[in-house]
């Protein structure tokens, strides 16, 4: 098996290595009204493994993919609609820089503050901008009882039981916007986090609303603490 189960509709990918201790994977969220795959996953076109793409064509394919930012581009989304033939979705924001990588795969719907596009039903999109200039998480309530957030890489464990948080200045992060961000994210309640990038092989994590809003809280006076350095 490539995918691994960490919730009664939930799927992780295979690690994908992006740096040197740092590896991504996506998720398939399966649904009724059609499955949702969040983020990218991460292996270049030549590379597809078609064993993964079988996985989830059994557990029903994709309807939708959602980037939560432009790192997430990749040849693999070109292999996921040709197998499935799925929609696209990203931040209004990350828009022309997600086309760029794509090579003219093109966005089929983009998510901005009042979108009441019907695919994003019962995914509940935020803005948390800081990390990127058009960063967005996901929050989905499960039927089976529990709440799922989606972080990117505004905010990412560790196999040590740390965790870490990046301004990418580069493409347009700035680290008002990731406190800003941090602090909304910090009066969410869920039940699992599951990031985008992360450093090691853990790659979800489960703390207690008190646990959150302290890791929280530690990262923003690390984050301070970089941005006065």
Request: hydrophobic letters at 40%; proline letters at 4%.
């Amino acid at each position: 098996m490539n995918l691994t189960q960490i919730a009664p509709d939930l799927w992780a990918t295979p690690h994908y290595p992006v740096a040197e201790i740092a590896n991504t994977r996506a998720y398939l969220l399966t649904r009724p009204q059609g499955n949702v795959l969040i983020y990218g996953l991460g292996f270049q076109r030549a590379e597809a493994d078609e064993s993964v793409l079988d996985e989830i064509e059994a557990l029903g394919g994709v309807q939708l993919q959602i980037l939560s930012h432009g790192d997430e581009a990749s040849p693999s989304l070109e292999a996921v609609r040709e197998r499935f033939g799925s929609r696209l979705a990203c931040s209004a924001v990350e828009l022309n820089q997600i086309n760029d990588y794509a090579e003219g795969l093109g966005i089929d719907l983009t998510w901005e503050p009042g979108s009441s596009e019907d695919a994003f039903d019962g995914l509940e999109i935020m803005e948390t901008p800081g990390h990127t200039k058009g960063s967005i998480s996901v929050r989905y309530e499960s039927p089976h009882g529990q709440a799922y957030l989606f972080t990117g890489d505004t905010i990412v464990p560790k196999d040590d039981g740390g965790w870490v948080v990046n301004v990418a200045e580069q493409q347009g992060g700035t680290a008002v916007d990731l406190e800003r961000s941090l602090l909304a994210l910090r009066e969410l309640s869920f039940d699992l986090l599951a990031s985008s990038a992360y450093v090691g092989e853990t790659s979800t994590a489960a703390p207690s609303q008190e646990e959150w809003q302290a890791i929280v809280d530690h990262r923003i006076g690390r984050l301070r603490e970089w941005a006065t350095a």
